[in-house]
């Protein structure tokens, strides 16, 4: 599993116009499922991700995590982040889960973020998504499960 995390100070995801979710400050999670990847692969990343030090503390350095600012997270599917782009110029997405695979792994990430943190937003998987935030530095990390 790949996560892109991006610090943010507000961030929106939108389907058809309409606002599906919505934070202020906290982490926009840009979600990719490969092939392989398992609920152990998600259980990692979920352990990383609310436990990663990125937000300021009151001498400016990344010492806090999102439980400690009690931040929001947006998590937002992105097949894309599963993309080859080793050979050529066309990214190839032989690499990426099924889409039965992948949205039962989203799904439970999803829930199980929920049960770990208070404040969890999503996108809606495999909607043409429009994301807007305004990232926070810029504050940038992706993580991995499987290197």
Do not use: C, W
Not at 104 to 117: F, G, M, N, P, Q
Not at 122 to 142: E, H, K, R, W, Y
Request: avoid cysteine.
């Amino acid at each position: 599993m790949r996560g892109l995390l991006q610090r943010v100070s507000q961030s929106e995801v939108s389907v058809a116009g309409k606002s599906v979710g919505k934070i202020g400050k906290g982490i926009l999670v840009l979600l990719g499922v490969e092939k392989g990847d398992t609920k152990a692969d998600a259980d990692k990343l979920i352990k990383k991700l609310l436990a990663l030090r990125i937000f300021p503390d009151e001498d400016d350095k990344m010492n806090l995590n999102i439980t400690d600012i009690n931040g929001g997270l947006l998590v937002v599917s992105q097949f894309t982040l599963a993309a080859d782009t080793r050979k050529g110029t066309r990214p190839g997405f032989s690499t990426a889960a099924p889409p039965d695979i992948a949205k039962a792994l989203y799904d439970y990430t999803v829930s199980e973020l929920r049960v770990k943190h208070a404040i969890v937003e999503t996108g809606i998987f495999a909607a043409d998504m429009q994301v807007s935030l305004v990232n926070d530095g810029p504050v940038t990390f992706l993580l991995e499960t499987q290197l």
